[in-house]
């Protein structure tokens, strides 16, 4: 049985070379770019490819891991305290293949996302 997904989390925070750095939480993904626009479509492209690829696979490539908890706990402080610590949720299409009944060939999932201070 696939499991089922609401929401995505993402935490983004700035290393100290000044990129900016991408976190999938669910899954346990990081990446980096220069710009939080570019470090987010870098990672929904691989959290896209990950969860379509275990679609197709009926499940046999696995979903992996979420975050440490040490992760999700600083998301959740950047939650809490709101304003510029959190940024605008956004939708990640991904596309159903046509051997599993949907009413939609897609399903969509919001990503909540978080910015350390």
Not at 19 to 36: E, P, Q
Request: glycine content about 6%.
């Amino acid at each position: 049985m696939l499991p089922q997904f609401k929401v995505l989390n993402y935490l983004f925070s700035v290393n100290a070379r000044n990129k900016v750095i991408a976190h999938c939480l669910n899954f346990d993904f990081v990446v980096s770019g220069d710009t939080l626009e570019v470090a987010e479509r870098r990672l929904d492209t691989l959290v896209k490819f990950h969860i379509e690829t275990f679609i197709k696979s009926n499940g046999m490539s696995g979903l992996g891991s979420s975050a440490p908890k040490k992760f999700w706990f600083e998301y959740v402080e950047c939650l809490r305290h709101g304003g510029n610590f959190v940024l605008p949720s956004s939708t990640l299409r991904i596309n159903i293949p046509e051997v599993v009944p949907m009413e939609k060939p897609y399903g969509e999932l919001e990503i909540i996302a978080a910015k350390a201070a």
